[in-house]
Structure formats: C-alpha cells, structure tokens
C-alpha cells in the first residue's frame, strides 16, 4: 500500500514538471515564432491540467467541466475569427461562473458585505479596462461586463476568506484569483489595445499559474472535505 502511495505522488510530481515544462516551452515557441510546436503545447496545456487532477483520485464534475470550457474558449479565441470571438466570450463567461459555483459555499451570511466591499476595487478597474477597448468589443460588451463581475466576486472571496482563515487552501485560492485578475486585464491590453510580446508571455505565464493554483485549491479543498466527512 505504501509503495502505491509512493508511485501515485511520483507520478503526480512528474505530471506538474510537465505541466511547466509545457508552460515554458510554450512561452519560447510563442517568441520565437515555432507555429506549429507553439500550437501543439498550447492545446495540450490544460489536458495535462486535467489528467493530473484526475490522478489525484479527485472528480469534481463542476471543476472538469469548468476546464473543458476554458479550452474551448482558448480555442475559440485563437482562431482569430471575429465571428467565434462572441462564442469564445460565452464559454470563458460559462468557465468564470462554474469556478464562482465551486466558491459559493465560501459565502456566509457574516462575510457576504466584505466580500462586496472587497470585490468593488477589481471590478471598478475592470471597467476601466473595458472602457479602453470598448470599440472592439461588439456584441460581447455586456458578457464581458459579467465576466468582469464574477472575476471580481472570486477575487473578493478569495481576499475575505484569506482573511478570515489564514490556511494554506485560501492561500493558493488567493494567489490564483490575484492571477486571474491581473492576466484578464492584459489579455484586453495586449489582444485590442497594445500589442506586446512582452504582454502576450505575461498572459501565458500567469494564465498558467493561475490554473495551477486553483487546482491546488482544489486539491485542498476536496481532501479537507474528506476529512470533514470521515
């Protein structure tokens, strides 16, 4: 039983090497202009996400589908076509509200008027944001301005919950929301405002992080469940 034990978490340590390496080797290909690797490195990011999750022995219907509507979404955006960008709105619309679900029982009736104070800072800069590229929005303004506002609720809960709890779990809720917010904001600057590679790895790398470290939210979350239950 032991040595199960063992080979699981050397095998769950193999899969998160991988999952940086893949981060990385992504971010060079992408500055150096290697098309079809950067391609193959960027589709296969969050499966290998996905796998490692699911190595864990963990199945949070909610969580896998929140991921396979981040791809979606990645990939929709990646076309380049104008006409899938409203699509692509939508399911990294659907993608923020099924992480929103996963932190709703976070929400208390004594933390809720924090969690709207807290929240108020990130969603006024959002908009600020919005603002700046509002010409390119189209059609997909208002799904953005929800979008905005659930990436604010998430970053208000994690600040609160934080707060109020101080473990390792809202840690890494915390640091993947602050991700969250700061590579929303350069996705807008750099796809419709300014065009940076500088700004295009700092959406890659903190895109990255941040899924990383809600899986690891996730992770904690689950086992503390667990526990509670056993």
Known sequence: MIKIFQNNKNTINILILVYFLN??????????????????????????????YLFTGKNNFIYITSLLLYQLASYLFASGNPDLFMYGSISSLGYKLLLLIILVPLITKENRLAISLACLPFFVLFLYIIELVLHSLGDS??????????????????????????????????????????????????????????????????????????????????????????
Not at 164 to 193: C, E, R, T, V
Not at 217 to 227: A, C, G, P, R, S
Request: charged residues 10%.
């Open 141 to 230: 303004f208002y799904i953005w301005i929800l979008n905005a506002l659930i990436t604010s609720i998430i970053g208000g809960i994690a600040i609160i919950h934080f707060n109020n709890n101080f473990d390792l779990k809202g840690y890494w809720l915390l640091i993947s929301s602050i991700l969250f917010i700061i590579q929303i904001g350069a996705f807008f600057i750099n796809k419709f405002y300014i065009k940076s590679e500088s700004i295009y790895q700092m959406v890659i790398f903190f895109y990255g992080l941040s899924h990383f470290t809600f899986y690891k939210f996730m992770i904690l979350k689950e086992q503390e469940k667990l526990n509670i239950s056993t």
């Open 23 to 52: 981060l990385v080797l992504y971010s060079i290909c992408s500055f150096l202009k290697f098309t079809s690797a950067e391609t193959i490195f960027w589709f296969s990011r969050i499966p290998i996400l996905l796998i490692l």
